[in-house]
């Protein structure tokens, strides 16, 4: 049996680097060095290669597919189709309505069609060609205010997917009493989480009918689910193990490769590697869901919010995936972190022909965001107030009621919050003259000195919820395992919790590190031999995953004390435990662990539960949906060259809440990561759809910013204890997404004057002036 | 895969293999590869073919000749003073790692209408030395570019080397794409003053099937300096205006995911005006630009 390499049992042999200190990632060195194994990277000896067939067409009927062409090509294992899925012939994560492989029908351009394994990829691809499907070509439908009315033909509910609404207080009467209101429409483009890691995986049948899944994603337990529902075979047969994945963002809480490459594993008994192209990923994962916003607000003269209004479409595209959750939390978050007694939302997600669209980093939240932020700067220029002024007076604090009926709890620190963006210097104009070019509009094309350069300074607040919301009681569980060796206690930690880059590795070692004084950690691969621990989104696997790592840690410790209290003949509740000694409360050794373990192992399983919550009614949305909240704002300085519409994003200054640094410097790389998709998402991120085609499917032409797009980041992060989660966490990951890209419209509105009803704006979308230069300043 | 380690080697495999694919820098050709656009059955890798990644002077010092593999972070490094433009032009182009391994050569060979060098080059009246083993040919670049990602290159040939005739006095070059690096020009114009004979060239990168010369933009300013080479500063700036029209309206771009035609001829008439102002401050300052 070949050795299958994967990065398994780092060790971490560091006694200091407990909780709250920034530890060294395990992953990190071999992420740099290239030693690191990505799922792309999984390899077994004998290994064929899978390649996907996927339509051409965003519409069509399949009338008839031929095989026998490709089949016949030397090297060519097996060519399989919908016929050939053994189990279930759909799959999802909460309603099963995509196909493994197409049948009947293709909904939108790139589904999957059929599947070949080679003994190389470029047979395999060969063979793909080779595949006759005759399709019928439709129309395809990809409005989504047709999908609105629930009557188009060819989608699931007519189009209409799931329509959210949250009553509260009464707007009609608010409205009467308003001295200013203002009305906005704002839409986003489609966002792509364009990790750089492709979706990719190695499967390997077993001996007894069953197959071991080797690959990148964000929740083994739901994979494997789906999985096994597909293949026709009983959890115990599928076994997931985590391999290297290459980033998320959200794009990988759906399947891609897994049933693909079980499918060809099973059919040839051979082990079967698939790897998607940057081209083929594109059209292998779900986008951000692109949204038309409708806001309006009504406001006293001196700046407070008597009601706030919004309608909020978001286009799932073809498939359900995750969009009715996507448009709730848009809908939940949708009158953003501000106090507000009046609330009309509805939200609507709705089937098109366009490329499905899930989840992705901020959740909804991101576009209703955007949308409320915009209108606030809209409010403020109505009123004559500063936006930031106009931010804290109606600033969302402890006890104050959200439009769900849900009164905020845990730490609302949004003034701290604002005020640090307040006092915060702005940094210095730039001489256009002298400064170097990659200081200017435009960077190396060399197309300024100085000529149409206006600045702008913009804010923007965000609001989300961390963890599951509306009832859904998710669980994590660890064990965590001590034994001796060479006398010294070592821990191991075992939780199947996704690593994705943010770190959560990182955090289990500390915790182990901190709860029980070791000095050496070990930990195991992540699999499905152990009970789930729901998957890293939501800003929730941090908080999740440290409650079930500490709360294993605690009973490993308590076990140990209690058998040195034995060997001491000491209560256990006068002993501590201290690395490799247990000692007195004084501090002073009693005996070493290693002689009361001796050669026996302690291992302790934990199971952590957030607090309960409960679904939002469906006439009024009312509820308490949630765990906890975030907060974070952003402050944007721009410099737009107004002749050409170019950018230079000059500083992104943020403070966010985090409750307890866990690992400061994860906790940055998380915001400046957050921070920099947000800006992509402002001033360049956008997947070109026409008539259900993705125009942009690579790199040249889906652009994300780059060294010389990224500006600095003055920062200030707040610890406010969270009074329920472990040592005061709160999830980090996506409350900076948030506000990164109203807060850049903002600066490009201050700069220009323009309205800028759309994001990501383009070049020609914020040019003022005419190209003969005859505006110019004097 | 053919390796050719001489010139001769080279020319003798291009034409027993005209199919091949010739392949230097691959910074073209591996990504229409790893997009499964290209599947050429042969490749001609010249990266172990002698004496092809240097420059020299010739023509009494008036011309600088570039070997087909010299890389663009070579020419900006060594010859941002000779050919300044094309040192620009090289700047702009990708990564760091891109521009080690890119050539300006494999730039002319796939001819695309938005390659960075090629504007430089109409603005310069560059020369291709095409070479097969029928013998050596100079193709004027004005003669070069045939088509969309067309060039006059017969399928036995080899670009051997670029002639760019040495900057004599201010030359621009300006991109314009909608990030700050990394990017597939929207538009691009490149600028030249020749004060030796003196006279005006210009060139124009994506905006039309092939890059462009924006000939009367040219016309209009060599009138509007006509005696005033030495004298620049009275050059009025409703010439700037005009000048920057003339280049939009030479330009016959397209709509595409980069950028829409009329935003493409906007950009260029703005590239055109300001990269006169600055030439001609160079002009006044009696600097050739670097």
Not at chain 1, 12 to 22: E, K
Not at chain 1, 750 to 756: K, Y
Not at chain 2, 45 to 61: C, K, N, P, Y
Not at chain 2, 226 to 255: C, H, K, N, T, Y
């Amino acid at each position: 049996m070949t050795v299958i390499e994967t990065p398994t049992r780092i060790t971490t042999p560091s006694v200091v680097d407990g909780v709250g200190a920034s530890a060294t990632r395990p992953d990190g060195v071999p992420k740099v060095d290239g030693s690191f194994i990505y799922s792309s990277d999984e390899y077994h000896d004998g290994s064929l290669w899978g390649v996907t067939l996927r339509s051409p067409h965003p519409r069509a009927r399949i009338l008839a597919i031929d095989t026998s062409q490709a089949e016949g090509i030397d090297g060519v294992r097996c060519v399989l189709t919908h016929r050939d899925v053994p189990g279930s012939k759909t799959y999802g994560m909460k309603v099963y309505d995509e196909p493994v492989l197409a049948f009947d029908e293709v909904r939108y351009q790139g589904e999957p069609v059929a599947v070949v394994a080679a003994s190389h990829p470029e047979i395999a691809r060969r063979a793909c060609e080779l595949i006759v499907v005759d399709y019928e070509e439709l129309v395809p439908n990809t409005d989504p205010e047709m999908s609105l009315t629930g009557r188009v033909d060819g989608l699931f509910g007519g189009g209409l997917a799931r329509h959210v609404r949250i009553r509260h207080g009464d707007v009609g009467a608010a409205r009467a009493l308003a001295d200013v209101v203002v009305e906005g429409r704002y839409e986003m483009g489609t966002q792509d989480p364009a990790f750089l890691g492709p979706e990719s995986g190695l499967a390997v049948p077993l001996g007894d009918g069953g197959v071991e899944l080797y690959v990148s994603c964000q929740n083994l337990h739901l994979d494997q689910q789906q999985v096994a529902d597909c293949l026709g075979l009983p959890l115990d047969k599928v076994r997931l193990v985590l391999s290297g994945v290459g980033g998320a963002f959200g794009g990988k809480e759906d399947l891609n490769v897994h049933i693909h490459a079980c499918m060809l594993a099973l059919r040839t008994g051979r082990p079967v590697r698939m790897v998607y192209s940057r081209e083929e990923s594109f059209f292998g994962h779900v986008h951000r869901h692109p949204a038309i916003a409708d806001i309006e607000l009504g406001a006293t003269r001196d700046g407070r919010l008597l009601f706030t209004k919004v309608r909020l479409v978001l286009d799932g595209g073809a498939y359900t995936s995750t969009s009715q959750v996507v448009i709730a939390n848009g809908c939940y978050f949708a009158a953003g972190a501000y106090d507000v007694a009046n609330v009309e939302i509805d939200g609507f997600a709705t089937y098109t022909n366009n490329p499905p669209c899930g989840a992705m980093r901020g959740f909804g939240a991101v576009q209703s965001c955007y949308a409320i932020e915009s209108a606030m700067d809209r409010l403020a220029a109505a009123l004559e107030m500063h936006p930031l002024e106009l931010r804290m007076r109606n600033a969302i604090g402890e006890g104050d009621m959200l439009p769900t009926g849900q009164p905020v709890d845990g730490p609302a620190p949004v003034q701290e919050i604002l005020a640090y963006l307040r006092d915060l210097p702005l940094p210095a104009g730039v001489d256009h003259g002298t400064a170097d070019m990659r200081a200017r509009p435009g960077g190396v094309g060399n197309v300024t000195r100085g000529e149409g350069i206006r600045r702008g300074v913009g804010y923007a607040l965000g609001m989300k919820a961390i963890g599951f919301s509306g009832g859904m009681d998710d669980t994590c569980t660890a064990r965590v395992t001590v034994w001796i060796r060479d006398g010294e206690p070592v821990a191991e930690v075992y939780c199947a919790g996704p690593e994705l880059g943010q770190g959560v590795v990182t955090l289990e070692a500390q915790i182990a590190r901190t709860e029980l004084g070791v000095r050496t950690v070990e930990l195991r691969d992540k699999d499905t031999d152990i009970a789930e621990s729901g998957a890293s989104s939501a800003s929730r696997q941090s908080w999740m995953t440290a409650g079930a790592v500490a709360g294993a840690c605690g009973l490993v410790r308590d076990e140990i004390l209690a058998r040195g209290a034995r060997a001491l003949g000491r209560p256990a509740g006068e002993l501590t435990l201290d690395g490799p000694e247990i000692r007195d409360p004084a501090g002073h050794p009693l005996v070493p662990v290693a002689e009361v373990l001796g050669p026996e192992a302690v291992s302790h399983a934990f199971t952590y539960r957030h607090r309960p919550t409960e679904p939002v009614d469906d006439e009024r949305g009312q509820g308490n949906a949630h765990v906890a909240f975030a907060y974070a704002a952003h402050r944007a300085v721009v410099d737009v060259d107004v002749e050409l519409g170019l950018v230079k994003v000059v500083e992104m200054a943020t403070a966010q809440d985090v409750g307890k640094a866990m690992n400061p410097a994860g906790v940055e790389g998380q915001i400046e990561g957050g921070t920099v998709q947000g800006l992509g998402l402002a001033v360049m991120e956008e997947l070109q759809i026409t008539d259900g085609r993705v125009r942009n499917p690579s790199f040249t032409d889906y652009l994300i910013p780059t060294m010389l797009d990224v500006p600095p980041m003055p920062m200030k992060i707040f610890e406010f204890p969270h009074p329920d989660s472990p040592y005061g966490l709160n999830g980090v990951g996506e409350p900076p997404n948030l506000s990164s890209t109203p807060a850049i419209l903002n600066a490009l509105r201050d700069a220009t004057g323009l309205e800028l009803p759309r994001a990501p704006v383009r070049p020609s979308d914020l040019i003022t002036e005419p190209p003969d230069g005859r505006a110019e300043p004097e | 895969m053919l390796r050719p380690s001489s010139w001769r080697g080279a020319m003798l495999l291009r034409s027993q293999y005209p199919d091949a694919s010739p392949i230097c820098g691959g910074t073209d050709l591996m990504v229409d590869i790893n997009f499964g656009r290209a599947r050429p059955a042969t490749l001609l890798d010249l990266t172990s073919v002698e004496d092809i990644d240097s420059w020299e002077l010739i023509d009494d010092g008036r011309t600088v000749r570039i070997g087909a593999g010299m890389s663009y972070t070579r020419i900006i490094d060594e010859l941002s003073g000779l050919c300044p433009a094309l040192a620009q032009a090289a700047r702009t182009i990708g990564s760091p790692q891109i521009r080690n391994r890119g050539t300006v050569a494999g730039n002319l060979a796939t001819a695309s209408p938005a390659g960075d060098s090629h504007p430089v080059l109409l603005a310069c009246w560059a020369q291709v030395e095409a070479e097969s083993v029928r013998g050596l040919r100079l193709i004027d670049i004005d003669d070069f570019f045939v088509g969309p990602k067309r060039s006059a290159l017969e399928p036995d040939e080899l670009i051997r080397a670029v002639r760019v005739p040495a900057a004599t006095g201010p030359q621009q070059f300006a991109k314009v794409g909608p990030r700050n690096a990394m990017v597939i020009a929207t538009v691009s114009f490149a600028l030249n003053l020749d004060t030796a004979t003196p006279r005006v060239g210009t060139g124009i990168g994506s905006a039309g099937p092939t890059p462009l010369r924006a000939r009367a933009a040219e016309q209009m300013l060599q009138d509007s300096l006509d005696d005033r080479w030495d004298a620049p500063g009275s050059v009025d700036e409703d010439v700037g205006r005009q000048f920057g029209a003339l280049v939009a309206e030479a330009a016959s771009p397209i709509d595409d995911v980069r950028g829409s035609a009329e935003y493409r001829r906007h950009a260029l008439a703005v590239l055109g005006r300001r990269c006169l102002s600055w030439a001609l401050q160079d002009l006044g300052e009696g600097e050739v630009a670097a």
